[in-house]
């Protein structure tokens, strides 16, 4: 089986344009978790979708972040406008539901100049 | 508030050597999820294992070993007989249920030949 695919798999955009990134959970997985990872802050939780509904966007960072799952097999995650300090890595994670593991896609190295 | 607690930042050991990370959390949720994921240099997040706040008996898979003590709210890892293959930074996560997981800072984990 597929795991979550996440592309694009590495962007390098400057600052002040928009960047979109997307997901794509594991077939049958109710749940889509956002996460950023920066050498200072490590790994952080961003948002989270159960059923396509956002259920917790409080570890978004600010307003220029936004999240949408229109379908179960489909998530974006956007900054618009981006800034040198959104550059990370970010990670998209599926799981079958309450208290199961996530399973991890390979993530987007997001670079901003 | 969650926390997780990695003090180790990095270890470096021998090949053959056994070795123990180090995870200790902080919850209020009387039920809660502990979990291990492994990040080799190519950077992908590989889920280890999953333990409940009801089952605190040790797991061993293979050369991994797990040790889950509620008393001292601590859930470690043991790899026996480190291979150079082991090297990677190890996470140690705590979830609530359906929510995302809080993650530790990681231990990077370096296995000399």
């Known amino acids: 089986d597929a795991g979550v695919i996440q592309s694009p798999r590495h962007e390098v955009t400057e600052m002040g344009q928009e960047v979109t990134l997307r997901c794509k959970p594991i077939?049958?997985?109710?749940?889509l978790f956002w996460y950023r990872q920066t050498m200072m802050r490590g790994l952080e939780l961003l948002i989270y979708?159960?059923?396509?509904?956002?259920?917790?966007d409080s570890g978004m960072p600010e307003d220029r972040f936004s999240a949408k799952m229109p379908n179960a097999s489909f998530s974006t995650l956007k900054i618009q406008p981006s800034e040198p300090r959104d550059s990370a890595v970010y990670f998209c994670?599926?799981?079958?539901?309450?208290?199961?593991?996530?399973?991890f896609g390979p993530g987007t190295r997001l670079t901003v100049t | 508030a969650q926390k997780v607690t990695q003090a180790q930042t990095e270890i470096s050991v021998v090949e053959k050597e056994d070795v123990t990370l180090d995870c200790v959390y902080e919850?209020?949720?009387?039920?809660?999820?502990l979990f291990w994921y492994k990040q080799p240099p190519s950077g992908e997040l590989v889920f280890l294992i999953r333990?409940?706040?009801?089952?605190?008996q040790n797991e061993i898979s293979g050369r991994y070993s797990w040790n889950f003590q509620k008393s001292t709210s601590s859930f470690n890892f043991t790899i026996t007989a480190s291979q150079v293959v082991d090297s990677a930074v190890y996470f140690c996560?705590?979830?609530?249920?359906?929510?995302?997981?809080?993650f530790g800072k990681g231990t990077h984990l370096i296995i000399q030949p």
């Open positions: 994670a599926s799981n079958l539901g309450t208290y199961y593991e996530q399973y």
């Open positions: 077939s049958g997985h109710d749940y």
């Open positions: 979708f159960n059923n396509n509904v956002p259920i917790d």
């Open positions: 919850t209020r949720d009387t039920t809660y999820y």
């Open positions: 333990r409940n706040s009801f089952d605190e």
């Open positions: 996560a705590l979830g609530g249920g359906a929510d995302g997981l809080t």
